[in-house]
């Protein structure tokens, strides 16, 4: 009987994306519009799941189908993202743990009050990873971690996951509209933790319009850049080569082998996440591209099916 319930509970969920999807008015993406709605009502069941995955998703266009939260619908968005930073969370199959490590590496053997940004900041999970981190090697200096996101939704989410944080008293958020390298530096001289955390609405491709040139020590992204469209990923790139002294893109693979097994896995038993997964899967780069891309970067893949490019700008003061 629970399990009838669970199942009639997924398909309601189902039915009732398939219905926002159809209510939304953009003809310019009207064929990731209808591959959502393909996917969407082929994952009623496993047999159609399969059919989809094997006879389908081959012949989707990876360059011009979007995520159902790429569609800016609230609810929708809001699940994915927790149940991303539940997954996150998890040491299994620690999705975010080779990110974490390398700030981590970065910011302590640096050894300096240090202003790192995360673009495209969502909820945050490796910002807090990243302080418990420090917390355990007793590190001493202040730092100050800047979200950049358009969304109210995933800056609401992040203020929730820091929570334990701030109610220990370990960090201090500060939320903005609209950040400068004015009211950038007083709310990092005006935070009295050691550790402030800084969310903000700018657009990324605005920068030059309120900051200087290398204002941020980091920038770091995750699971992020596959998001945009080939001219806007090469707009991210310059953008973080002009306002980041360390540069690091971390994000996935496509690789047929973890759409099949752990990612349909893992996603499965939500919709939502389900097609934030295998529709990421689908936007990838391959590994071979990744190579191509960035022949004179330092580039780590990792079993999980994720990748981790790093780029030290020759940075002078």
């Known amino acids: 009987m629970k399990s009838t319930n669970l199942e009639n ?39 159609g799941y399969l059919n989809w995955l094997f006879n389908e998703a081959p012949k989707i266009d990876g360059s011009k189908i979007l995520e159902l939260t790429d569609f800016a619908i609230p609810r929708w968005n809001r699940q994915m993202h927790w149940e991303l930073i539940n997954l996150e969370k998890r040491r299994f199959p620690g999705l975010i743990r080779p990110l974490v490590n390398r700030i981590l590496n970065i910011i302590t053997s640096q050894n300096k009050p240090l202003i790192v940004a995360e673009f495209g900041s969502g909820g945050m999970e490796v910002v807090r990873q990243v302080i418990t981190g420090l917390l355990d090697k007793n590190y001493k200096q202040k730092l100050t971690f800047v979200g950049i996101d358009l969304s109210d939704v995933v800056h609401q989410i992040a203020i929730k996951n820091l929570d334990e944080l701030k109610k220990k008293n370990i960090i ?13 530096s007083s709310l990092v001289n005006r935070g009295n933790k050691q550790y402030n955390v800084i969310l903000c609405k700018n657009d990324l491709f605005k920068l030059p319009e309120s900051f200087s040139k290398y204002t941020f020590d980091i920038i770091f992204h995750s699971l992020f850049k596959h998001h945009f469209n080939e001219i806007d990923k090469k707009r991210l790139e310059l953008i973080s080569k002009e306002f980041g002294k360390i540069i690091l893109e971390y994000d996935g693979y496509k690789s047929w082998p973890h759409i099949f097994l752990p990612h349909s896995i893992t996603g499965w038993h939500d919709p939502v996440f389900l097609n934030a997964t295998i529709f990421s899967d689908l936007r990838y780069y391959t590994k071979k591209e990744i190579k191509n891309n960035f022949k004179k970067n330092q580039i780590r893949f990792f079993r999980i099916g994720t990748y981790l490019l790093e780029k030290n700008i020759n940075y002078k003061k």
């Open 9 to 47: 509970q997924r398909v309601k969920i189902i039915n009732d994306i398939v219905l926002d999807l159809n209510s939304v008015q953009d003809t310019k993406n009207s064929y990731a519009i209808q591959r959502n709605i393909d996917f969407f009502k082929a994952i009623k069941t496993k047999t």
């Open 172 to 184: 201090e958020i500060f939320k903005v509209e609209k950040l400068d390298k004015i009211n950038l």
